[in-house]
């Protein structure tokens, strides 16, 4: 793994509401009447939506775009209310005031948006979702070669300036080793795919 960058769920400004709660209240007095921008079918942005709505009891119409820019495009101009999307992509767009920051989807605060709370603590204990980067090669690269390169990246990326600079972004820097990122991807499918069932969303 080479970084991990919460989301970040925003609204369009004009939406009627500052905070997580009043958001919920807004969704739940409008079923399904809120647009959510997504980033694609069944992308982390939109799974992170569907665990929000699932543990809040909201409903919301899912817009699926080509990708973060687009999704967070439609979202500032207006096409759609609201959204998860990844940090990096998407804080430009809150400090320029095109978006409204109501919450971070981090375990703790992020320091770079240190005034903004995380989505567990609006009332979602442990609620944690992001996007990852990685490395990844093609099957059959000689062991030795991965432990190199694995050792080779994690030392550039654990320098100091390189973390401030992933910091200043709203990214971590995350590394380990190969056997540790195969287990959390495991570990991820196994998450969503759970969390996909009991919601009953279905992907089209």
Do not use: C
């Not at 775009?65 to 096409?79: I, M, P």
């Not at 990844?136 to 694995?150: F, H």
């Not at 300036?161 to 495991?186: H, Y």
Request: charged share 20%.
């Amino acid at each position: 793994m080479v970084s991990y960058s919460p989301h970040v769920l925003a609204v369009h400004p004009a939406v009627a509401a500052k905070d997580v709660t009043e958001l919920i209240a807004l969704a739940k007095a409008n079923p399904g009447k809120l647009n959510f921008a997504v980033s694609g079918i069944g992308g982390a942005p939109q799974l992170a939506g569907i665990e929000f709505a699932q543990r809040t009891g909201v409903q919301w119409t899912y817009i699926p775009y080509k990708g973060g820019s687009d999704a967070v495009t439609a979202v500032v101009g207006g096409q759609a209310d609201v959204l998860f999307n990844g940090m990096l992509a998407t804080w430009p767009s809150v400090t320029g005031g095109r978006l409204r920051a109501l919450a971070i989807s981090s375990a703790q605060r992020v320091p770079s948006a240190k005034d903004t709370p995380t989505v567990a603590e609006n009332g979602l204990p442990g609620f944690e979702t992001g996007s990852f980067q990685g490395v990844v090669g093609p099957v059959g690269i000689p062991r030795e070669t991965v432990a190199k390169l694995n050792a080779e990246l994690a030392k550039a990326l654990n320098a100091a300036d390189m973390k401030e600079r992933f910091a200043k972004q709203g990214t971590e820097v995350r590394t380990g080793t190969p056997e540790s990122l195969g287990a959390w991807m495991k570990a991820e499918q196994a998450r969503w795919a759970k969390v996909v069932k009991e919601s009953g969303a279905k992907f089209e």
